[in-house]
């Protein structure tokens, strides 16, 4: 599976944005899907995750009534709307296809990153 994650930006405080991520390959719709981010000089955190089916949602503290992930097997795309941006929320942003968790050893695939910047 390879990933390609677009969307990203700048942004004002309180903006929203929405994260794209377009998967190749016919078993995408086989694979949970996963959204990290990182900070210059942070590692790599867990943001949203989406079931294979789309049934089952994870999402981080920080994140959660803002962001909801979403994804669309029909176009092998899962996709990250960001509500509420906060500067907090500032980083480049990965997804990945994997088995649903939180964790970066849960995903076997993952896309180039997007960057987002939250500043006025």
């Known amino acids: 599976v390879q990933l390609q994650a677009s969307g990203g930006g700048l942004v004002q405080p309180g903006g929203s944005l929405r994260l794209s991520c377009a998967a190749s390959?016919?078993?995408?719709?086989?694979?949970?899907m996963g959204w990290f981010r990182q900070a210059p000089g942070k590692e790599r955190n867990f943001v949203a995750a989406i079931s294979w089916t789309g049934g089952s949602t994870i999402y981080a503290d920080s994140v959660k009534g803002r962001f909801t992930i979403s994804r669309d097997n029909a176009k092998n795309t899962v996709y990250l709307q960001m509500n509420s941006l906060k500067p907090e929320d500032a980083a480049v942003y990965f997804c990945?296809?994997?088995?649903?968790?939180?964790?970066?050893?849960?995903?076997?695939?993952w896309g180039q990153g997007t960057e987002v910047t939250v500043s006025s």
């Open positions: 390959g016919r078993t995408f719709s086989s694979y949970g």
């Open positions: 990945a296809a994997g088995v649903l968790g939180v964790f970066v050893s849960s995903y076997d695939y």
